[in-house]
């Protein structure tokens, strides 16, 4: 199984940015898709990113719109999300997400066809 533990979530102002991080760990970790999911209290959670580990192959969300890029380290170890141009409807619980289930992810983009979570990390957004 893999293993998702996420990390640089905060507190920070409109137009700001941040980098979130996901340290993956597991065994045959090509055969995966890693990516960002987001919720934000009374919406359902929403597709961010993703990242193929055997392709490097990226893709985003509609709401995106260049603001976002998705990207991992030499080693494959830890996937980022860096954040800028942060507006307040951004404010959400981001999650780090994993799946083989890679043909009918990458055209779905749904957290149905998610295996994998972490527990997720807050970021709030101010005026």
């Known amino acids: 199984q893999v293993q998702l533990v996420e990390s640089g979530g905060g507190l920070v102002q409109s137009g700001g940015s941040l980098r979130l991080s996901c340290a993956v760990s597991g065994r045959s970790l090509y055969e995966y898709i890693v990516g960002w999911f987001r919720q934000a209290p009374g919406k359902e959670r929403e597709f961010v990113a993703a990242l193929s580990l055997s392709t490097s192959n990226t893709i985003y969300g509609d709401f995106v719109k260049g603001r976002f890029t998705i990207s991992r380290d030499t080693a494959e170890a830890t996937v980022y999300l860096q954040m800028n141009s942060l507006n307040l409807e951004d404010t959400a619980v981001y999650y780090c997400?994993?799946?083989?289930?890679?043909?009918?992810?990458?055209?779905?983009?749904?957290?149905?066809?998610?295996?994998?979570w972490g527990k997720g990390t807050l970021v709030t957004v101010s005026s």
């Open positions: 997400a994993a799946t083989r289930i890679a043909t009918t992810f990458w055209s779905s983009r749904r957290h149905q066809d998610i295996q994998y």
